[in-house]
């Protein structure tokens, strides 16, 4: 059995913070391939069904992100899952939106969740890392991580969590580089940047006209006189 949990924290306040992306990857899973419907145990909600071969356990923990391993160690100890078979489901800020990276083992880079599944089961599970961005100032990342989604988010969150459900077999599989090509493939492509229109070249000044001589008013006998003097 594997045992994919998403982390975040529970009530409606919180369903569309950035923070809560990893509920909503199990959520589009559980949607998307017919899961039980989620009930309460282990103090948070599971869900069970299959990805592929794979009987899993989907798993949001009640307990609030800092406090999200003790949730997942009673999970893990009653069905004796092993940390590699659990898969975490949880926000990043060094990431661009809709990017993912898989990884496992490695720090909890100040992430409340994973430092309290570090510190229950150790950290040797499989990270699912989801890109939120980062709001570019350090003293704005608490009301970034915790504010809700921006409507114009929806283009790239809506089809990233589609995504997600429909290429979570290939994660199980021990295929994260499909994993994740598959789940971002239908993100809308970032614009181009428009070629910059060529600067129209000055045309030359018009040479200036010579002046016109001055009328003479000699006569040309005159004239002609003047040059053999």
């Known amino acids: 059995m594997k045992l994919l949990v998403g982390l975040g924290n529970p009530g409606a306040k ?14 589009a899973i559980a949607a998307a391939s017919g899961f039980t419907p989620w009930r309460s145990k282990f ?42 078979d659990i898969i975490v489901f ?17 720090g909890h880079a100040g992430h409340n969740g994973l430092r ?25 990342v608490s009301n970034h991580v915790l504010g809700d989604f921006a409507k114009a988010e929806t283009e790239w969150l809506d089809p990233l969590l589609a995504g997600i459900a429909e290429a979570a077999p290939e ?7 499909r994993f994740i090509e598959k789940a971002t493939r239908h993100l809308p492509k970032p614009e181009k940047p428009k070629p910059r229109a060529a600067t129209p070249k000055e045309a030359p000044a018009p040479a200036a ?14 004239k002609l006189a003047d040059r053999f003097r």
Not at 43 to 69: A, C, D, I
Not at 171 to 177: F, Q, R, S
């Open 14 to 27: 919180y369903a569309r913070q950035r923070h809560n992306i990893g509920f909503m990857a199990v959520d």
């Open 43 to 84: 103090q948070g909600q599971v869900s069970e069904g299959r990805l592929g071969p794979e009987k899993v356990l989907l798993l949001k923990p009640e307990t609030f992100m800092n406090l999200s391993g003790d949730s997942v160690q009673a999970a893990a100890r009653f069905y004796r899952i092993e940390p590699a």
């Open 90 to 106: 949880h926000d990043e800020l060094d990431l661009a939106p809709g990017r993912i990276r898989v990884k496992t083992g490695g």
């Open 116 to 140: 309290s599944l570090d510190a229950h089961i150790g950290p040797d599970f499989t990270r699912v890392r989801l890109g939120i961005g980062h709001p570019g100032d350090k003293r704005m």
């Open 171 to 177: 994660l199980l599989a021990g295929e994260p580089a």
């Open 209 to 222: 006209e010579s002046a016109p001589e001055a009328d003479d008013p000699r006569s040309l006998l005159q």
